[in-house]
């Protein structure tokens, strides 16, 4: 069993700043790409940032000056350092990881993710 747990939300002003983790714990060999996406009410789950085991990151064009994703394999944690944040921000995001399990099993495992809440 393999749980990621997010945490670091909130509500900010426009141009303020967030630091959300996630910690992933259980059954777990190795995790590979780590990332996050998010959920805006009435829109589909959109991705935001993964980021490797060796520390190579990409980012949707939304967010890509302004955010940036980091790790920490030893102790399965990932970042996402949030800057200048605006109200189209707003979202549910979840963390994500690409787990190889001690039974070597290989699944992708999500976090139940954590409101940010951007006010204008």
């Known amino acids: 069993q393999v749980q990621l747990v997010e945490s670091g939300g909130g509500l900010v002003q426009a141009g303020e700043s967030l630091r959300l983790s996630c910690a992933a714990s259980g059954s777990i060999f190795r995790i590979n790409d780590m990332g996050w996406a998010r959920q805006a009410p009435g829109q589909q789950r959109e991705f935001v940032a993964r980021?490797?085991?060796?520390?190579?990151?990409t980012y949707a064009d939304s967010v890509k000056g302004r955010f940036t994703i980091s790790r920490d394999n030893a102790k399965n944690t990932v970042f996402l350092q949030m800057n200048s944040l605006k109200p189209e921000d707003t979202a549910v995001y979840y963390c994500?990881?690409?787990?190889?399990?001690?039974?070597?099993?290989?699944?992708?495992?999500w976090g139940q993710g954590t409101q940010v809440t951007v006010s204008s």
């Open positions: 994500n990881g690409e787990v190889t399990a001690t039974t070597r099993a290989t699944f992708v495992s």
């Open positions: 980021i490797t085991s060796g520390g190579s990151a």
